[in-house]
């Protein structure tokens, strides 16, 4: 089966770069996706094939990769920003995430 | 308005059943595989089952023979179809555009005696 490993928290204050990073085997060959998710809200995607940023998002949210490890970058955390994060990978239709990050913003 | 909405969950015993649908909008939802994922009291995002655009199905290893996904294109509907609940499938359950760019805002499922 696959894994992915993400940190359970990080902190920042606000207008400082937040990174939180995820590793695992299957994402030296697939893509990775990133969802961010607010107290009571279903997931909102953010970033997928790893460094795309769907419309709406903001550009201050971006995403990288390099061998086993994605990243996901928010320059200039904002306080609306505190939530969940997630990042995601697919093995061909079978889909894996991470444990999940707490961004908190203070 | 790209949209789905899912129903059916609610209060079961340990060992019944229960089945959930998803109501989608807005998209060609025959050209869509569909997800459906679960997020239990751990809090964590946990990979449940698809469905592809054909009707073939998988799932992950902690529902395969109890969790039955279909799909209904004429009616824009997917399925979920739960039995011999267990306590630890007590969660909120989505589901999701393959693209994951759509979610539903989820519906409870609560196994308890």
Not at chain 2, 84 to 112: E, H, I, K
Request: charged share 15%.
């Amino acid at each position: 089966s696959y894994e992915l490993t993400q940190p359970s928290s990080v902190s920042v204050s606000p207008g400082q770069t937040a990174r939180i990073t995820c590793s695992g085997d299957v994402l030296a060959k697939k893509y990775a996706r990133w969802f961010q998710q607010k107290p009571g809200q279903a997931p909102v995607l953010v970033i997928y094939k790893d460094s795309e940023r769907p419309s709406g998002i903001p550009e201050r949210f971006s995403g990288s990769s390099s061998g086993t490890t994605v990243t996901l970058t928010i320059s200039g955390a904002q306080l609306e920003d505190e939530a969940d994060y997630y990042c995601h990978s697919a093995a061909d239709t079978l889909w894996v995430f991470g444990g999940g990050t707490r961004l908190t913003v203070l | 308005e790209v949209q789905l909405v899912e129903s059916g969950g609610g209060l079961v015993q340990p060992g019944g059943s229960l089945r959930l649908s998803c109501a989608a909008s807005g998209f060609t939802f025959s050209r869509h595989d569909m997800h459906w994922v679960r997020q239990g009291t751990g809090g964590g995002l946990e990979w449940v089952s698809v469905i592809g655009t054909s009707g073939d199905p998988y799932y992950s290893d902690s529902v395969k023979g109890r969790f039955t996904i279909s799909r209904e294109n004429a009616r824009n509907s997917l399925y979920l179809q739960m039995n011999t609940l267990r306590v630890g499938d007590t969660a909120v359950y989505y589901c999701v555009r393959a693209g994951g760019d759509v979610w539903g805002q989820g519906t409870t499922v609560t196994v308890s005696s």
